[in-house]
């Protein structure tokens, strides 16, 4: 069993759409999570970053987490087209540095104009 | 600030074949870490550098091995090339003091014949 699991969907929404993107695992020693937007034929970039449970906004994006259920979210309002791109869930485990990075495998969101 | 860079972009190889990647990291930043990246597995850490010494390791076999130098560039290096080998290869790279923060380069794609 993974230690991050991601809904691969593909996931296909109207321009317009809130999105719902949502990761689980399993190890409660996961104490940091971030949200990674990555384009075709690029590397991810880093959308947001939480460390405590409950929301976090930034312009359209929410990021949540739910540690008690071991459960992250990100929401996108009013999607754009611009924000079809893969989006990958990262987690940093309190017993290993900072630099090692724990991947779900990325929900495809296509955002239809 | 220039971003992260990888050299090359693209590169075909044949199998039991070595290859080397190159990373140059955002000036400042003296953390680089690689990642694996394939449709079926996701992103996969493989190791991490700082001040030129490995300071954390993914599970990969030890065909994989990396360096960095005096200057925080990086390089990785795959010995006797399998199949399975074909990936985007991704660098990222973080300040000393927040290296969960992770700033990606666009990665080399590498196939193997």
């Known amino acids: 069993q993974k230690e991050v699991e991601q809904d691969p969907g593909p996931l296909s929404v109207p321009e317009g759409a809130i999105v719902s993107l949502n990761c689980t695992y399993s190890?409660?020693?996961?104490?940091?999570f971030m949200w990674y937007r990555q384009y075709s034929r690029k590397g991810p970039e880093l959308l947001m970053y939480?460390?405590?449970?409950g929301n976090k906004e930034d312009g359209r994006f929410t990021a949540q987490v739910d540690k008690s259920s071991k459960y992250i979210s990100l929401f996108i309002r009013d999607s754009q087209p611009s924000d079809s791109a893969t989006y990958l869930c990262?987690?940093?485990?309190?017993?290993?540095?900072?630099?090692?990075?724990?991947f779900g495998e990325g929900t495809q969101l296509t955002v239809n104009p | 600030k220039a971003g992260v860079t990888q050299t090359p972009r693209y590169l075909i190889k044949t199998r039991g074949q070595q290859v080397t990647l190159s990373c140059s990291p955002i000036?400042?930043?003296?953390?680089v870490s690689w990642y694996q990246q394939t449709p079926g597995q996701g992103l996969q850490f493989l190791f991490e550098?700082?001040?030129?010494?490995?300071?954390n390791k993914g599970n990969f076999p030890g065909r994989f091995s990396g360096r960095q130098f005096s200057n925080s560039r990086s390089e990785m290096n795959v010995s006797t090339l399998e199949l399975g080998d074909s990936a985007l290869y991704l660098c990222?790279?973080?300040?000393?003091?927040?290296?969960?923060?992770?700033?990606f380069g666009p990665g080399t794609r590498l196939t193997v014949l």
């Open positions: 990222a790279s973080s300040l000393p003091t927040t290296t969960d923060t992770q700033y």
């Open positions: 190890n409660s020693a996961f104490q940091y």
């Open positions: 939480t460390y405590s449970s």
């Open positions: 990262a987690m940093v485990h309190l017993e290993t540095s900072g630099s090692r990075l724990t």
């Open positions: 000036s400042g930043h003296r953390s």
């Open positions: 550098y700082f001040s030129e010494t490995q300071r």
